[in-house]
């Protein structure tokens, strides 16, 4: 799983390489159908297809080490009516 992760400084000293994140390429995908008037649109989405574990922010304080986990993979249908 993906959890939020907190240190204090001298927790954060045992981990030296954890603050890297290495660069990395993110796998996403869409489609999306228009009805032919126009009113109605369906997309369907899927991100980090890949489900590759990244850090989305790392942050360190005086006393504090934070990293953010980035989103897992995920699936989804967005439903739309224009009018």
């Known amino acids: 799983g993906y959890d939020l992760m907190e240190l204090t400084a001298a927790q954060y000293a045992q981990f030296p390489a954890y ?12 489609a999306t159908w228009l009805s032919p008037g126009g009113i109605f649109r369906v997309t ?17 304080n005086q006393d504090t080490f934070l990293v953010v986990p980035g989103e897992p993979r995920v699936f989804g249908v967005a439903i739309s009516v224009h009018f």
């Open 44 to 60: 369907a989405y899927g991100r980090n297809l890949s489900n590759k574990m990244i850090k989305s922010e790392i942050n360190l």
């Open 19 to 30: 603050d890297y994140q290495p660069s990395c390429f993110l796998l996403n995908a869409g």
